[in-house]
């Protein structure tokens, strides 16, 4: 009788923790292609704004293993406006890859850390709507920030037993802008109700100050052969990258500028993937399936799927998909990476928000960036300046000094941290999306940050 008890005790403890598998409506019963797994996932949408009828479309997975005691983690891609569902969880560090008609196992997944949520943000990306047009209109990161505040608060609701989590904001890109105007807007919402039980947040290849993080691109480019001496001093004689990318939205470029900048665009060449340098492409995708190039084979060196997002297209366009994930597409014809309908002040890039980085720090919000170090687009030298003049702004000593990090037997990459509450680390032989490219050093550098635990420096 006592033995029957204390697993009825144990059955009501675990389900105040975490749904039962038959009562939650957003519960996904398979994936189509969908391997046999022992973790439970959830999608489906919040309202965020009543009014315009917009609403958010997320993907839940919960932990592989005891998933009662792991944090909660949000993952937002950047853009501004492409998917966290197509790219962070299909072809980054989510449980699954498509692969044909059905899924692979990503065993380097972030879900065996973490209970890991994906939001399509801001409304209009992906399977996320706005019953009115306007909604699409004229979205600043003021707005993305305040609905994915009430995109949480709402979830919170649907997902109670997570409410006392730690929580954790990862992401990479433009969510340089999305997660520290989140986490400003948590700490401030926090001193009137205690409701985020934010611990930290790790940005990987960020938009933090958009002059420091473009005009690093030029001395990239030469440092790593993509354009020519020549071209090299034109371009840091002529054209300040941040100023020319200001301009050419305001249609004022100067017909000098404009004329390196073709020559950059020539030289680096269509066929190298400016976000990973030494990554191969995927030729149906650049070629549009012209046979210029032999697209064999579409695998690179490191059994990498190149071509993973028209995969991922054209899986998540399946009916069959759609029902399963409880999505709809409203407004648009099909499901896309990244939105063509969203209509966002591309100038909020102008925007630094590296100082909300140095607020958070001063709340006691752990802080990591890294860098993939073959992304062109915000190149590591960038961001590393950054974080170097943010912890001499804030008097923040290195607490540990620049060394390197490993993963398994192999150098994972380079690091430093401040203060023990803001570090800078490098992911070796990495794109712009880190977990894509190099899945098991990003995982690493994941679990070390959720635990507070220094990286690996040896094996």
């Given at each position: 009788?006592?033995?029957?008890?204390?697993?009825?005790?144990?059955?009501l403890?675990e389900?105040?923790?975490s749904f039962?598998?038959?009562s939650?409506?957003?519960?996904?019963?398979q994936?189509?292609?969908q391997?046999?797994?022992?973790?439970?996932?959830?999608?489906?949408y919040?309202?965020?704004d009543d009014k315009?009828?917009?609403?958010?479309?997320?993907y839940f997975?919960?932990?592989?293993?005891?998933?009662?005691?792991?944090?909660?983690v949000?993952?937002?891609?950047?853009g501004?406006?492409?998917s966290s569902?197509?790219?962070?969880?299909?072809?980054e560090?989510g449980p699954?890859?498509?692969?044909?008609?059905?899924l692979?196992?990503?065993?380097?997944?972030?879900?065996?850390?973490a209970?890991?949520?994906y939001?399509e943000?801001?409304v209009?990306?992906?399977?996320?709507?706005?019953?009115d047009p306007?909604?699409?209109?004229?979205?600043?990161?003021?707005?993305?920030?305040?609905?994915?505040?009430?995109?949480?608060?709402r979830?919170?609701l649907?997902f109670?037993?997570?409410?006392?989590?730690?929580?954790?904001?990862?992401?990479?890109?433009?969510?340089?802008?999305y997660?520290?105007q989140?986490?400003?807007l948590?700490?401030?919402?926090?001193?009137?109700?205690k409701?985020?039980?934010?611990k930290g947040?790790?940005?990987?290849?960020?938009?933090l100050?958009?002059a420091t993080?473009?005009?690093?691109?030029a001395?990239?480019f030469?440092s790593?052969g993509?354009?020519s001496?020549?071209?090299?001093?034109?371009f840091?004689?002529?054209?300040?990258?941040?100023?020319?990318v200001?301009?050419?939205?305001?249609?004022?470029?100067?017909?000098?500028?404009?004329?390196?900048m073709?020559?950059?665009?020539r030289?680096?060449?269509?066929?190298?993937?400016?976000?990973?340098?030494?990554?191969?492409?995927?030729?149906s995708?650049v070629?549009?399936?012209?046979?210029?190039?032999?697209?064999?084979?579409?695998?690179?060196?490191e059994?990498?799927?190149?071509?993973i997002?028209?995969?991922?297209v054209?899986?998540?366009?399946?009916l069959d998909?759609?029902?399963?994930?409880?999505?709809?597409?409203?407004?648009?014809r099909?499901?896309?990476v990244?939105?063509?309908i969203?209509?966002?002040?591309?100038?909020?890039?102008e925007?630094?928000?590296?100082?909300?980085?140095?607020?958070l720090?001063?709340?006691?919000?752990?802080?990591?960036?890294?860098?993939?170090?073959q992304?062109?687009?915000?190149?590591?030298?960038?961001?590393?300046?950054?974080?170097?003049?943010?912890a001499?702004?804030?008097?923040?000593?290195?607490?540990?000094?620049?060394?390197?990090?490993?993963?398994?037997?192999q150098?994972?990459?380079?690091t430093?941290?401040?203060?023990?509450?803001l570090?800078?680390?490098?992911?070796?032989?990495?794109?712009h999306?880190?977990?894509f490219?190099?899945?098991?050093?990003s995982?690493?550098?994941f679990q070390?940050f959720?635990?507070?635990r220094?990286?690996?420096?040896?094996?």
């Amino acid at each position: 009788m006592a033995f029957l008890l204390l697993l009825l005790l144990c059955f009501l403890l675990e389900s105040a923790s975490s749904f039962p598998s038959f009562s939650h409506p957003d519960k996904i019963t398979q994936l189509p292609g969908q391997p046999q797994v022992g973790f439970q996932q959830f999608s489906g949408y919040v309202t965020v704004d009543d009014k315009k009828g917009k609403a958010l479309f997320y993907y839940f997975v919960e932990a592989e293993i005891d998933c009662v005691s792991k944090p909660l983690v949000l993952w937002l891609n950047g853009g501004p406006g492409c998917s966290s569902l197509g790219v962070g969880a299909f072809s980054e560090n989510g449980p699954f890859r498509p692969n044909g008609q059905v899924l692979v196992r990503n065993e380097y997944s972030w879900n065996r850390e973490a209970n890991m949520l994906y939001l399509e943000t801001p409304v209009g990306v992906g399977f996320s709507y706005s019953t009115d047009p306007s909604g699409y209109d004229a979205v600043s990161d003021a707005i993305t920030a305040r609905d994915n505040l009430v995109f949480l608060q709402r979830w919170f609701l649907k997902f109670p037993q997570y409410r006392s989590r730690d929580l954790f904001i990862t992401g990479e890109s433009y969510a340089g802008h999305y997660i520290p105007q989140l986490a400003e807007l948590m700490i401030q919402f926090n001193k009137k109700e205690k409701l985020f039980n934010l611990k930290g947040i790790a940005l990987g290849n960020p938009v933090l100050e958009y002059a420091t993080d473009l005009n690093s691109r030029a001395e990239y480019f030469w440092s790593h052969g993509l354009i020519s001496d020549s071209t090299y001093r034109l371009f840091t004689s002529f054209c300040n990258y941040s100023r020319y990318v200001s301009e050419y939205y305001r249609d004022s470029v100067s017909p000098i500028c404009s004329k390196v900048m073709n020559q950059v665009t020539r030289e680096t060449s269509r066929f190298v993937d400016k976000y990973d340098v030494t990554l191969d492409v995927c030729i149906s995708s650049v070629l549009s399936q012209s046979k210029i190039i032999n697209p064999k084979p579409q695998q690179s060196a490191e059994n990498i799927d190149v071509c993973i997002e028209d995969e991922t297209v054209s899986y998540l366009n399946r009916l069959d998909v759609q029902r399963a994930f409880h999505a709809k597409l409203v407004g648009v014809r099909k499901w896309l990476v990244c939105s063509e309908i969203l209509d966002y002040e591309v100038l909020n890039l102008e925007l630094p928000t590296i100082s909300i980085v140095g607020s958070l720090v001063k709340e006691g919000i752990t802080v990591l960036v890294y860098s993939g170090d073959q992304d062109s687009v915000i190149p590591l030298t960038g961001s590393r300046k950054l974080v170097n003049g943010l912890a001499k702004q804030l008097g923040l000593n290195a607490t540990t000094p620049y060394r390197v990090w490993f993963a398994g037997q192999q150098v994972g990459g380079w690091t430093q941290v401040y203060g023990n509450v803001l570090s800078f680390a490098t992911i070796r032989g990495a794109s712009h999306e880190a977990p894509f490219s190099q899945p098991e050093r990003s995982l690493v550098l994941f679990q070390s940050f959720l635990q507070g635990r220094p990286l690996p420096e040896m094996f």
